[in-house]
């Protein structure tokens, strides 16, 4: 079982490594000036005779002033990345979760895109065809109001089509991105939408499934039996150069 995903996370991990260390370095810098600054003063009280001079007491306020905004900015970064690091350890996905429940000859690709347009969250390869998976998402990110939908924006709450609108259209998405391809064969595209919501009714060409309903979804798509294993590996490298920087992580 193979997942393609961005290498987003190694990228994230390194960018937080070397500002961790900037940000250290930050911090021990104007603590070694701050200590500098100091230096002279606690001479001057310590041993008889020693005086300071203007220019010493001159450079020193500099050092003190300067060491005050290292120590401001190394500590302010630090903050930064310590709330990136909350707000970036999100969960996994309900479909990268059930990999382990999934068939072995299962490959699952997220954020493809296909062509041009926003990212597809999900895609699900097997002998079956594609699956594009969307999930509902927190109700604090999007809801319904009456008869519409909105999802939340940096101005707040703002229309936005239906779930399952959403899911129906990135399905043609893929369809017309396969068909208009190098691939010289159809395959078959379906489209399910992740929900704990039961009131959520499916539709003529999305289903509406829960998290635990993932692995049986997937096992009770039909068959498609012209898509061989060649080409299954064909409609895999295809989806994997969709995968911005992509990579493959075997072993699920």
């Known amino acids: 079982m193979q997942l393609i995903t961005p290498p987003q996370a190694h990228r994230q991990l390194g960018s937080m490594v ?26 001057a009280g310590v041993i008889p005779g020693y005086r300071t001079s203007t220019v010493q007491v001159f450079m020193a306020i500099l050092a003190i002033v300067a060491a005050g ?6 500590t302010n970064r630090l903050a930064v990345i310590a709330a990136g690091a909350r ?11 059930a990999l382990g ?9 997220t954020h493809v895109v296909p062509g041009e347009g926003r990212p597809i969250p999900e895609l699900v390869i097997g002998p079956f065809g594609i699956a594009v998976i ?20 940096p101005d707040g709450w703002a229309p936005t089509e ?42 003529p060409l999305c289903a509406v499934i829960t ?11 039909p068959r498609q039996r012209t898509l061989t294993e060649g080409r299954r590996q064909q409609l895999v490298a295809r989806v994997r150069a969709a995968v911005p920087t992509g990579g493959t992580r075997d072993g699920w």
């Open 162 to 203: 239906h779930p399952l609108d959403r899911a129906e259209r990135d399905a043609e998405r893929v369809r017309f991105w396969l068909t208009h391809g190098d691939l010289d064969f159809i395959v078959r595209v379906h489209a399910a939408l992740i929900t704990a919501d039961a009131s959520m009714l499916r539709s």
């Open 18 to 43: 070397s500002g961790t260390l900037l940000a250290g370095g930050l911090v021990v810098a104007g603590l070694s000036l701050a200590f500098l600054a100091f230096e002279a003063p606690l001479v």
């Open 211 to 221: 998290e635990a309903q993932i692995p049986a979804w997937i096992a009770s798509l």
């Open 87 to 97: 707000t970036g350890s999100r969960p996994r996905s309900p479909v990268v979760a």
């Open 134 to 153: 969307h999930e509902l998402g927190r109700s604090d990110v999007i809801r319904q109001t009456g008869m519409s939908w909105e999802n939340r924006t």
């Open 69 to 74: 905004a290292l120590l401001v900015a190394g």
């Open 101 to 109: 429940s999934l068939p072995p000859d299962v490959v699952v690709a």
